[in-house]
C-alpha cells in the first residue's frame, strides 16, 4: 500500500508539504519561544529588510514569521481535531442507523438531513456567534456542519456489510449486537470515511480561516486567516501582510488535498489488483 | 455628450484663462460657488432609525442633519462657538431657570407647513426629554416650554441648570420636530423616523436597503441661496477598503469619518485630484478609554490601576494605531476642548518597571511563570482601531505580567456584556467628547447609572467626592465657576483612574478636489451641507 501510495507524484508531493507544515508547527515553539502576538519591531516593516524578522511586521509591529509558524499550529490544530471529531461522530451515527434500522435509522438519517440542509459555514458562524470565539468553540462549530457526510456514507457501507455471511455468523454464536456493530460491521465500513478524512481537513482548515478572518476566531491565538483579515486594511500599502499567509494556507490545502487523493488511488489500484 | 466636444472657442477660453491665471492668479482662485450638481458620499452605515431627535448619534446625524435642523450649529467663528439655525438668538436668564430662543421667520416644514414655537415645544418635551439618549440627561430638569409667540420659547427648568451648558449641546440634542406629523403618534414607531421630514436644505428623498439613500434639494429653504448642491447620494459601501478604490475610481466623491482606512492615507494623499482633510471634527472628538470593572479586587486597588496606566505607552499608540492622527490623552476632556481642558492634572509616563514596582507593592507578586494574575479584555468593536488597541493592551499588560485573555463580541454582544452583565475586567471603549463634560463624559465615571446603559459607569466605580463635583457643576451657573469645577474634576479623574483615558482622535474626510467648503465648521460631517458645491 505504502509502495503504492508513494508512486503517485502528487502524493508524494503532497507529503512533503505536509510533512514541512507538521515540522513548523512542532519547531515554532523552539524557533520561536516569544509569544507570536508580541511586538517584536517597528510597525509595518517590510519583507527582507532586518534579517531578524525577516518576513516583516504587522501593523502592531509583531513577527509575520512568527505568526506563521504559530498559525500552523493552530491550523492543523483545528483541522484535525475538526476532522477527527466529525469522523467519530459521523461513523457513531452512521453505524448506529444503519445496523439497527427501523425507528432509530429513521429518527437519526431525519437528524442528519436537517443538519445538512444547513450551509455548514453558516451553522459554524450562528455557532461561534452565540457561543464566543475560542478555540474549542471553533472545533466544535466546525464539526457540526462537518458529521453529516461520514455519517451518511458509513450507513450505506454498513446497510451492505450487515447482509454478509459473517455478520449473520457472528449473530448465530450469540455476540452482542452492539459487539457485532462496532467489532465486526464498522471495522470493515471505515476506509471510504477515511478516504474523505482529507477533504474534511481540508475544508476545515479553510473554514477556520474564514471564521477568523470575520474576527471569529480565537483573538488569542494567532491563526492565518485572522492574519489576511488583519492586513486587508492595509491591501494596497502592504500587500505581503495578506499573501504570506495566503500562500501557507493554500499550500496546507493543496498538501492535504493531494495526499488524500494520492490515498485513494493507492487504494483503489490495490482493490483493482485483488 | 455636447459638454465633452472641444470647440475653437472653447480652447481659446481655456487659453485666455491660463493666461489670465498666471498674471492674476488670486482671482483665478477665488471661486464663485456654483449651483446645481451632484455629490455621492460613502456611507458605511445604514441607521434603521434615522430620527437625530431620538438617536443623536453620528451615524444618523451623517444622513440626517442636512434634512432636519438643530435650533444652532457649532461654529468656527461664531460666538460661543455656535452658528444659528432655526434658532437666531438664544438667552439663559440670571437665576438658571429659563432660556429664551428667538426663533427664524418664514421657515416652512419640507410638506409646506410654518415652522413654529409649537414644534420646538413638542420636541423638547415630547422627545429630546423623555426619548434621545443624550437629552435625557441635559434636559432632566427641563419642565415647561412657553411659546408666547409663534416665534419665541420660553425653556422653564425646575432646577437651575447652567445655560453654558444649553449652549453647548444645541448643535447635537436639540434637532427640531414637526409636531403636525409627530403629535398624538407613537414617536418611537412613526414611519417619519425612516423618511424624515425637517426644515433643512435637503429632502429626504428615498432609500433603497444596501445601496443608497438619496436626499434632493429644497427649493423653500430659507437660506439664501441655499443650498447649492440639486441632491446628494449617500453610496452605502460597508466594506472600509472599498471606499478608498471608489474614490480613486470617481464614483464617489467623498469619504467621512475616516472610511477610508488610516494605513491608506499615505498613499491616496498622493493620487492626483484627491485631497486628505483633518479639519472638521474639532466637535466630534472620540476618546480611547480603558474602562475598569472595579468590582475586581485586583482593580478596586488604586496601585495596579496606575501601574496599568504606566504599562501603556500612549505615544506608540498614537504613532502606529493612530499613524500620528490623533493626540495623547492626560484626562476625561480632550486637549483640543478650549473651554474645559487643563494639563494640570497627574500624569503617568510610560515606565515598565515602575509600573512593575506598583504591582509588587500592591501585593502582586510575580509567579513562578512571571504572571501575577490574569484578566478579561474585551475591545469594543466599532472601530478597527479599538481592536487594535485591544490586541496591543494585551501585549502591553505581558510586559508587566499580567495575563489579559482577549474576548471579541460584535456590538450587540459586547453591550451586553460590559454595560448590562459586566461580565469584563478591562475594556476598550470609544465614547465622544461633545464639547461639554455634563453631556456625555460625566457619566462615565459617576456611580448610579442603572444597568444596561450603555456608554455610562458600568464598573462599579463609586467615588463620593467625585460624585459631589459632578452634582455642583450641573448646578453652578456662572461659567468660570463651572469650567474650574470641572478642572478639579479632571484632576481627581486623572488621580484615582476610575477609567484610564489614553488618546483623543478625530476623523478624516478624503474628498475629490471638486468638492468645495469641505470641513467649514467643527462639526461638518454632522453639518447641513447648505453651502457645499461641486465644480464641473
Known amino acids: 500500500m505504502s509502495r503504492l501510495f508513494l508512486r503517485s507524484p502528487e502524493a508524494v508531493a503532497g507529503t512533503i508539504i505536509l510533512a514541512l507544515l507538521v515540522a513548523m508547527a512542532l519547531a515554532a515553539p523552539w524557533l520561536f519561544p516569544r509569544d507570536p502576538l508580541a511586538i517584536a519591531g517597528p510597525a509595518m516593516l517590510p519583507p527582507f529588510q532586518d534579517w531578524t524578522i525577516p518576513l516583516g511586521t504587522d501593523r502592531l509591529g509583531r513577527d509575520v514569521l512568527s505568526g506563521l509558524f504559530h498559525g500552523a499550529r493552530t491550523s492543523l490544530a483545528v483541522g484535525l481535531a475538526a476532522a477527527a471529531t466529525s469522523i467519530v461522530v459521523g461513523v457513531l451515527v452512521g453505524t448506529i442507523a444503519g445496523f439497527a434500522g427501523g425507528w432509530v435509522d429513521e429518527v437519526l438519517m431525519r437528524v442528519t438531513d436537517a443538519f445538512q440542509t444547513v450551509p455548514g459555514f453558516l451553522l459554524a458562524l450562528a455557532f461561534v456567534s452565540v457561543a464566543g470565539p475560542s478555540l474549542g468553540v471553533v472545533v466544535v462549530a466546525i464539526a457540526l456542519g462537518a458529521w453529516t457526510q461520514p455519517a451518511r456514507i458509513t450507513r450505506a457501507e454498513v446497510l451492505s456489510i450487515r447482509e454478509r455471511d459473517y455478520v449473520a455468523g457472528a449473530r448465530v454464536i450469540g455476540m452482542h449486537p452492539a459487539e457485532i456493530a462496532f467489532r465486526e460491521v464498522l471495522p470493515n465500513a471505515l476506509p471510504p470515511v477515511l478516504a474523505l478524512s482529507s477533504v474534511i481537513v481540508a475544508a476545515a482548515v479553510l473554514t477556520e480561516a474564514a471564521l477568523s478572518f470575520l474576527g471569529l476566531g480565537d483573538p488569542n491565538r494567532v491563526t492565518w486567516g485572522g492574519m489576511i483579515a488583519e492586513g486587508r486594511a492595509v ?15 493554500v499550500l496546507t490545502v493543496l498538501g492535504v488535498y493531494l495526499v488524500g487523493e494520492g490515498a485513494v488511488e493507492a487504494s483503489a489500484v490495490k482493490r483493482g489488483n485483488a | ?59 444618523v446625524f451623517f444622513v440626517s442633519s442636512k434634512v432636519v435642523e ?167 459601501l460597508p466594506d472600509r477598503a472599498a471606499a478608498a478604490g471608489a474614490l480613486e475610481a470617481e464614483e464617489v466623491d467623498l469619504a467621512a469619518f475616516s472610511a477610508v482606512p488610516l494605513a491608506d492615507l499615505d498613499r491616496i494623499s498622493k493620487v492626483p485630484g484627491i485631497e486628505v482633510v483633518t479639519k472638521g471634527y474639532e466637535a466630534l472628538t472620540y476618546q480611547l478609554i480603558v474602562e475598569i470593572n472595579h468590582r475586581r479586587k485586583e482593580l478596586a486597588d488604586l496601585k495596579v490601576r496606575q501601574a496599568i496606566a504606566h504599562a501603556i505607552d500612549k505615544e506608540f499608540v498614537v504613532k502606529t494605531i493612530f499613524l500620528g492622527h490623533a493626540e495623547t490623552a492626560t484626562g476625561p476632556v480632550p486637549k483640543n476642548d478650549k473651554q474645559f481642558y487643563t494639563a494640570d492634572v497627574p500624569g503617568y509616563a510610560f515606565d515598565v518597571a515602575k509600573a512593575n514596582a506598583l504591582l509588587d507593592e500592591a501585593g502582586y507578586p510575580k509567579g513562578a511563570d512571571g504572571q501575577r494574575f490574569s484578566l478579561k479584555l474585551l475591545p469594543a468593536p466599532y472601530f478597527n482601531e479599538t481592536k487594535q488597541f485591544g490586541a496591543y493592551l494585551r501585549q502591553a499588560l505581558a510586559e508587566v505580567g499580567i495575563t489579559a485573555e482577549l474576548v471579541n463580541n460584535d456590538s450587540a454582544a459586547h453591550q451586553k456584556a460590559v454595560y448590562t452583565d459586566h461580565a469584563f475586567d478591562l475594556a476598550v471603549a470609544p465614547p465622544v467628547f461633545r464639547g461639554d463634560p455634563a453631556i456625555s463624559t460625566t457619566i462615565l465615571v459617576q456611580s448610579g447609572a442603572p444597568d444596561g446603559v450603555p456608554f455610562s459607569n458600568q464598573g462599579g466605580y463609586k467615588n463620593a467626592d467625585i460624585d459631589a463635583l459632578i452634582a455642583k457643576a450641573a448646578e453652578t451657573l456662572d461659567a468660570e465657576a463651572r469650567t474650574k469645577l470641572y478642572y478639579e474634576f479632571q484632576q481627581k479623574v486623572a488621580e484615582d483612574l476610575p477609567l484610564i483615558n489614553v488618546a483623543d482622535w478625530g476623523f478624516i474626510t478624503v474628498a475629490r478636489d471638486t468638492v468645495k467648503n469641505v470641513s467649514n465648521n467643527p462639526r461638518w460631517a454632522v453639518s447641513n451641507w447648505a453651502d457645499t458645491w461641486v465644480e464641473k
Open chain 1, 235 to 249: 491591501l494596497r500599502s502592504a500587500p505581503f501582510l495578506s499573501i504570506v499567509p495566503g500562500i501557507a494556507l
Open chain 2, 1 to 59: 455628450m455636447s459638454d465633452f466636444r472641444i470647440s475653437r472657442r472653447g480652447v481659446l477660453a481655456g487659453a485666455a484663462v491660463l493666461l489670465a491665471s498666471t498674471a492674476m492668479p488670486s482671482f483665478v482662485f477665488a471661486q464663485e460657488p456654483k449651483k446645481g450638481g451632484r455629490l455621492v458620499v460613502a456611507a458605511d452605515s445604514e441607521p434603521r432609525n434615522l430620527n437625530p431627535a431620538i438617536v443623536a448619534s453620528n451615524g
Open chain 2, 70 to 236: 438643530p435650533l444652532a450649529e457649532a461654529s468656527f467663528e461664531g460666538e460661543d462657538g455656535l452658528s444659528p439655525r432655526l434658532a437666531t438668538s438664544w438667552e439663559g436668564s440670571e437665576d438658571g431657570k429659563s432660556v429664551t430662543f428667538k426663533l427664524r421667520e418664514g421657515v416652512t416644514w419640507h410638506d409646506g407647513k410654518p415652522f413654529t414655537s409649537a414644534d420646538v415645544a413638542f420636541s423638547a418635551l415630547q422627545v429630546w426629554k423623555p426619548l434621545q439618549n443624550l437629552g435625557r440627561v441635559v434636559f432632566k430638569d427641563l419642565e415647561a416650554v412657553e411659546t408666547p409667540d409663534e416665534h419665541t420659547a420660553v425653556f422653564r427648568f425646575a432646577k437651575p441648570t447652567p445655560f453654558q451648558l444649553i449652549r453647548n449641546a444645541l448643535p447635537a440634542l436639540t434637532a427640531v420636530l414637526p409636531k403636525h406629523v409627530y403629535d398624538g403618534s407613537d414617536i418611537a414607531a412613526n414611519p417619519a423616523n425612516n423618511a424624515p421630514i425637517g426644515t433643512g436644505p435637503f429632502t429626504f428623498a428615498e432609500h433603497k436597503a444596501g445601496e443608497y439613500y438619496r436626499l434632493a434639494r429644497n427649493e423653500a429653504y430659507w437660506g439664501e441661496n441655499q443650498p447649492l448642491l440639486d441632491e446628494i447620494i449617500y453610496r452605502v
